[in-house]
Each structure stands twice: as C-alpha cells, then as structure tokens.
C-alpha cells in the first residue's frame, strides 16, 4: 500500500438538506442510492428529484457496496499526498465519482472490481470511497 495515500487529509463533505440519510447509513458502514418509484432509475448522487424524469417519488435503497473501475486519474503533485479520484459503476447501475484508497496507487486498473470503504474526514463523517476488492478482503474488510 502508498503510505501516502493513508495519510491524506479529506475534507468535510458538503451537506445539503435531505442527505442526512445518505450519511448515517455511510456512519453505519452502508452505501445508499436513491431509486425512482415512476422509472425505476437509481441514481447518485441521491437527490430529490429523478434525474431521469424528473418524478419526486424517489426512495433510499441500499447499495451491495460493490463495482468496476470505468476510469481513474491519479494526483502525484500540488497535493499534500498522492490521491486517485475514479469512476466507479455501482453494480447497481448508477456511476459515482470518488476516491480508490487502501491500495497501491500504481496497481489500479480499469474494469478493476472494487469494494466501499468509509474513510472519515476533518469532522468525523464518514466518506464513502473504493478499495480494489482483493486489497479489501486482504485486509478483513
């Protein structure tokens, strides 16, 4: 593993009214998605409003945790660490932006299969983020 990467700060996430739900379940070690009740989308980042087609009628379901690197890019200067911020396909559909940690940065891959992790940032949230899924059951995860 980058030792670098360990120790990189994360910066407390912006909450917006509504995503308290969001991060509780992240504090309990869960990943939600906000799925359409008219066109059945799931969605994230969780909003209000369908991105599909617009419907308010959307409700928090939890996410296997689970999916596939579609891209990446990895930061090595002007920052305090090393970091990789990446694509990742949810297996259930949805693509999140976010970081892959816990893993050695130059042994990312695209198509890569990777596992949530939480990480918790300045004030103690807990971030959601990606770990390669033998990096995660390597370490008990």
Not at 11 to 29: H, K, R, V, W
Not at 47 to 56: E, H, K
Request: with cysteine; net charge neutral.
């Amino acid at each position: 593993m980058d030792a670098a990467s360990a120790t990189r700060k994360i910066s407390d996430p912006l909450i917006n009214p509504g995503d308290e739900p969001y991060f509780e379940a992240a504090a309990q070690g869960r990943l939600m998605v906000k799925i359409c009740g008219a066109c059945g989308e799931p969605h994230h980042y969780p909003r209000a409003i369908c991105p599909f087609c617009w419907s308010s009628d959307v409700k928090w379901a939890d996410t296997a945790g689970t999916g596939t690197i579609y891209t990446f890019s990895i930061t090595r200067r002007g920052a305090a660490a090393p970091y990789c911020i990446a694509y990742v396909t949810l297996d259930e559909g949805p693509v999140v932006m976010t970081n892959i940690v816990d893993t050695d940065l130059d042994a990312i891959r695209i198509g890569q299969r990777v596992k949530v992790v939480f990480h918790k940032s300045d004030n103690g949230t807990a971030v959601p983020m990606f770990t390669p899924v033998a990096a995660a059951q390597a370490s008990g995860r």
